[in-house]
């Protein structure tokens, strides 16, 4: 389990990830396209029940950040989704 800033993301025993809280820059990895990361979202989305980070490997470690969560598999890749302006 990892909590971000308004997000939070858990990891089952096989693999799966599941997130919850605050995905207007798409940190809980549901699919949206991201907003302009120079722009303020207009309308907030937030999920209020887990909900599972589909076309995921299996994962081993989650991080949730401010508005990004990054997601470590057992060969070392890591894959991101949420806010990328920097």
């Known amino acids: 389990m990892s909590a971000g800033l308004n ?3 858990f990891v089952s025993k096989l693999g799966s990830v599941f997130a919850m809280g605050d995905d207007t820059n798409g ?3 549901q699919g949206r396209k991201s ?3 120079t ?3 207009i309308k907030e989305t937030r999920l209020d029940a887990p ?3 589909l076309r995921l490997p299996a994962i081993i470690q989650a991080s949730a950040g ?3 969560s990054l997601f470590l598999t057992a060969e070392g890749i890591v894959f991101g989704c949420g ?3 920097h």
């Open 66 to 68: 401010a508005t990004h």
């Open 39 to 41: 722009v303020k979202s």
């Open 35 to 37: 907003n302009d990361c």
């Open 27 to 29: 940190q809980c990895g």
């Open 51 to 53: 909900k599972q980070v």
């Open 83 to 85: 806010m990328n302006n």
């Open 7 to 9: 997000h939070i993301l």
